[in-house]
């Protein structure tokens, strides 16, 4: 839990203020890694300057994004509590939908004829459509509706911001080629990910009263307070 612990830390500081820290952050990685490369090569070998210039959907493969995407569903969320199994269950199954919708249609994104002409009608689209389809796949799987409601309420701080910054990825002059646009689009995308994790976690954590007692795939959800109500009967 240590980005969480950290971010937690920060968080008085202001979430756009740190999500643009962030993006920032990814975005001046990516440019001193592309100029590192040209000074100390010249020049790209040919191959390599293929991929990574003119193929948009090669980033499905070079952006480290949806590596980021498959260690949050295998690694962080298995270990992950919030307040009992139940409710822990919700949460889990909550950003399940979430990241692999997020995954899939990134993907599909990807494999489009992403031009400088449709960038950010493409990329604000797929945006979109994960709203769309994680709702839809959340209700199918009988996710309480106040939880999607209050998921996304939290969640649309996030998109805005990212709406937001794309178009203004898509105005620069800096990107010299629309693999670019996507690249810096993508961490734009990376740099979110784990808010989307808080963004659950206080959900669930926010809904406390109006879950506890109720129930989820016909179990009861349990209070926030499981683990220490527990050891207390025990004592």
Known sequence: MEFLEIAKTIADIGFLVILAAAVIYLLVKYFSAVIDMKVKKGKLPEEAEHIQYDSVSALKELHPYFNKIDSILEVKLPITKIGGPVRTEIFKDTLQIFYEESKQITYALLDKNITKNNFLSENVKALNDVVKKSTEKMREQQIPE????????????????????????????VFDSVIEK????????QSTSYFVLMDAERTLKTLNGDLTGTTYKGKIIESLHYEEEENDRVK
């Open 182 to 189: 996507e690249y810096a689009a993508l961490n734009l995308f």
């Open 146 to 173: 106040i939880v999607i409601k209050k998921f996304w309420e939290w969640n649309y701080k996030r998109h805005d911001y990212i709406a937001g910054t794309l178009s203004d990825i898509n105005s620069s002059t």
